[in-house]
Nanobody
Framework: QVQLVESGGGLVQAGGSLRLSCRHS????????VGWYRQAPGKQRELVAR???????NYADSVKGRFTIYSNNAKNTVYLQMNSLKPEDTGVYYC?????????WGQGTQVTVSS
């Protein structure tokens, strides 16, 4: 059983910063990649950032230069550092882990950016 636990969401003013954490545990074979997705009210879930086991990263165009995804393998944790936050970054942020063709999701953490 794979578990993902997210933390770090909250309410912040525009221009502020937050750091999200995703700690994974359980029977993970290869941990191919971990990504952060977000879903705003009335919108589809979208990829924000993703990091592979090899360290390759990719970001949504809307967050490039503001967000950074990185991992601490010793802590089984992936972080999303979010700077210069904008009201349009508001949404529920979900952690996703890809392992041997399977995907696992966390419960989500709310991020609200006020203008």
């Amino acid at each position: 059983q794979v578990q993902l636990v997210e933390s770090g969401g909250g309410l912040v003013q525009a221009g502020g910063s937050l750091r999200l954490s995703c700690r994974h545990s359980g029977s993970i074979f290869s941990n191919d990649a971990v990504g952060w997705y977000r879903q705003a009210p009335g919108k589809q879930r979208e990829l924000v950032a993703r990091v592979t086991t090899g360290g390759s990263t990719n970001y949504a165009d809307s967050v490039k230069g503001r967000f950074t995804i990185y991992s601490n393998n010793a802590k089984n944790t992936v972080y999303l550092q979010m700077n210069s936050l904008k009201p349009e970054d508001t949404g529920v942020y979900y952690c996703n882990l890809e392992d041997m063709g399977l995907e696992y999701w966390g419960q989500g953490t709310q991020v609200t950016v006020s203008s």
